[in-house]
Each structure stands twice: as structure tokens, then as C-alpha cells.
């Protein structure tokens, strides 16, 4: 349940964020999530690791005009990919301007991991996250369980304040 019910005194965005969490989770969180087992499954083991995580318990500062008018927290589908391929960290970028030290230590994270999953099928190998600044410390000691059909779904769960695997 993701609010309660009976409570008619709830402030109407309050009765909104609950909605929009629970369509979420109906139309993307629980599709990909089979996706993911479904992959997991995969006979030739070799070609088939499969990694989750979650970024965006990481909300970004780079905030719009409509996301403040709106109240709505948080992040959507897709704002994900400019930490992968680095915008925060090209100050020149007008499309994607706006990020602050913290957005380009998370994309310096992101783009660390995709790199070594695209060369080895493993986001924490062969290039382990260097211990140089506090976020790379904090990263540097988390491991990043492969889902399998043993494990309940694990995830790495990436943000400025949550570092760590469920």
C-alpha cells in the first residue's frame, strides 16, 4: 500500500505522488524486472551476466521551471542517460547545463561502470573504481551482485547518500 486510503485529509499532491509511484511500478519497475529475470535465465551463462541498479535515488539539482511548478520530486524514465555519456561534466553543453559537482561525480561513476561491463560483462571488472575522492571511496568498497535465478533481484542502488547493494 503506498498511502493510506481512509486518510481523506491527504493533500491532493500527496494523493498524486502515490499514484505516480504505484504506475511506476506497474508500467516500468515490474516489466523490467522480468526482462532482467527473464535474461538471467539465459543457458549460455558466458554471454548472459546480467547487473541492475538504480540511479535515480539520486535526484539531480538540475531542475526545470515545470518540474518546480509541478512539486514533483525525483527523477523520470531516462534522466539516467546524460550520466552515462557525461554531459554533467561538459560545462559547454547548453542542452545539458545546469549539473553540479555532485551530478558529475555521479557520471564519472556511471560512466566507469558501463565502461567495464561493456568490456568485460562485469561493471566492477577489470578496472576497479579508483578510492581518490569520497564518492569513489564510498564505491570503491561496494560490491555489485550479478541477478541470478538464486538471488531475489539485487540492485546497486546509486546516489550521493546511498551506496550500497539490496
Same mark, same amino acid.
Given at each position: 500500500m503506498y498511502w493510506k486510503w481512509f486518510n481523506f485529509q491527504d493533500h491532493p499532491k500527496t494523493i498524486r505522488n502515490g499514484v505516480l509511484a504505484a504506475l511506476s511500478d506497474v508500467l516500468f519497475i515490474a516489466p523490467l524486472i522480468e526482462t532482467a &529475470? *527473464?535474461?538471467?535465465?539465459?543457458?549460455? &551463462?558466458? /554471454?548472459?551476466? /546480467?547487473?541492475? #541498479?538504480? *540511479?535515480?535515488? @539520486?535526484?539531480?539539482? +538540475? +531542475?526545470? !521551471? !515545470? /518540474?518546480?511548478?509541478? $512539486?514533483? +520530486? =525525483?527523477?523520470?524514465? =531516462?534522466?539516467? %542517460?546524460? #550520466? %552515462?555519456? $557525461?554531459?554533467?561534466?561538459?560545462?559547454?553543453?547548453? *542542452?545539458?547545463? $545546469?549539473? /553540479?559537482? !555532485?551530478?558529475?561525480?555521479?557520471? &564519472? %561513476?556511471?560512466? @566507469?561502470?558501463?565502461s567495464n561491463f561493456v568490456k568485460s560483462g562485469d561493471p566492477t571488472k577489470p578496472v576497479q573504481l579508483q578510492a581518490m575522492t569520497p564518492i569513489g571511496e564510498r564505491f570503491h568498497s561496494v560490491a555489485w551482485p550479478q541477478l541470478t535465478q538464486r538471488n531475489r533481484e539485487p540492485y546497486l542502488e546509486i546516489s550521493m547518500s546511498n551506496f550500497r547493494n539490496k
Amino acid at each position: 500500500m503506498y498511502w493510506k486510503w481512509f486518510n481523506f485529509q491527504d493533500h491532493p499532491k500527496t494523493i498524486r505522488n502515490g499514484v505516480l509511484a504505484a504506475l511506476s511500478d506497474v508500467l516500468f519497475i515490474a516489466p523490467l524486472i522480468e526482462t532482467a &529475470r *527473464l535474461h538471467s535465465i539465459d543457458d549460455d &551463462r558466458e /554471454t548472459s551476466n /546480467t547487473f541492475m #541498479y538504480v *540511479l535515480f535515488a @539520486h535526484e539531480s539539482k +538540475r +531542475r526545470t !521551471e !515545470e /518540474t518546480i511548478a509541478s $512539486g514533483i +520530486r =525525483g527523477s523520470i524514465s =531516462g534522466d539516467h %542517460i546524460p #550520466y %552515462i555519456f $557525461g554531459n554533467p561534466l561538459d560545462k559547454d553543453d547548453d *542542452l545539458y547545463s $545546469g549539473f /553540479t559537482a !555532485e551530478d558529475q561525480m555521479i557520471s &564519472r %561513476i556511471m560512466m @566507469h561502470y558501463i565502461s567495464n561491463f561493456v568490456k568485460s560483462g562485469d561493471p566492477t571488472k577489470p578496472v576497479q573504481l579508483q578510492a581518490m575522492t569520497p564518492i569513489g571511496e564510498r564505491f570503491h568498497s561496494v560490491a555489485w551482485p550479478q541477478l541470478t535465478q538464486r538471488n531475489r533481484e539485487p540492485y546497486l542502488e546509486i546516489s550521493m547518500s546511498n551506496f550500497r547493494n539490496k
